[in-house]
């Protein structure tokens, strides 16, 4: 059973464009949330995260916006540039014990960036 | 330096090789993991150490061995493994304990093929 969910495998965006990458979630239990960008054979890069006390976290073209009673998360990249092309994962993770426990990831959504 | 940095990049190995593959960071982080990823699939987690003890094993079988000499390495050592091992394997660290923030380090992951 899938606790992340990224029902896009895939999303082509125009450059210049908003590019909206989406996530659900089943756990309840999760109270941190997080987007990395993966490029093909390299290990996921962390781009933006957003504790469950907060909706929305900015960092220069990216924002994160959590909807906790939907379970619902997005990623607004804008302006969409080439260099975003990439697999993007959505991952949680439950902040118990210190905080030593894994992220759980969703199947990734591959976003591409048409000039 | 915030890099986790993996060897080898590249492994190709038989089904009664005996090999390794290690990973070190000197971040001063104290949880290191290791997770599995395969070929349009999310990562998946394998095994998470908390102060150089095993504190999550997720039902890896047991020809992957993992082992924490120090609080800057963490090895995995292969014995008798299945062409279906083949996979990306990705080392990841983390702060652990009042951490801010959950963000999880990656190496750029080491590729194994089993023949």
């Known amino acids: 059973d899938q606790q992340v969910k990224q029902n896009s495998p895939s999303l082509s965006v125009q450059e210049g464009r908003i590019s909206i990458l989406n996530c659900d979630y089943t756990n309840s239990m999760f109270d941190y949330f997080l987007w990395y960008k993966k490029y093909p054979a390299e290990g996921p890069t962390f781009l933006i995260s957003i504790s469950s006390i907060k909706d929305k976290n900015e960092d220069g073209r990216f924002t994160v916006f959590l909807n906790k009673s939907a379970k619902h998360l997005s990623l607004h990249i804008v302006p969409s540039q080439p260099g975003d092309s990439a697999v993007y994962f959505c991952a949680a993770m439950e902040r118990t014990g210190g905080g030593a426990d894994g992220l759980t990831f969703g199947k990734g959504t591959h976003l591409i960036i048409q000039p | 330096d915030t890099e986790v940095t993996q060897t080898p990049k590249h492994l190709v190995m038989g089904m009664t090789n005996k090999k390794s593959l290690k990973c070190e960071q000197h971040?001063?982080?104290?949880?290191m993991y290791w997770y599995k990823q395969k070929a349009k699939k999310p990562p998946e987690l394998m095994f998470v150490?908390?102060?150089?003890?095993?504190?999550i094993n997720e039902s890896v079988p047991s020809r992957f061995s993992p082992e924490c000499p120090n609080s800057s390495l963490l090895n995995l050592h292969l014995h008798a493994l299945q062409p279906e091992d083949s996979a990306l394997y990705l080392c990841a660290s983390r702060l652990r304990g009042l951490a801010v923030t959950g963000e999880l380090f990656f190496g750029e992951g080491s590729r194994l093929t089993v023949l």
């Open positions: 150490y908390s102060y150089e003890k095993l504190s």
């Open positions: 971040m001063g982080h104290r949880a």
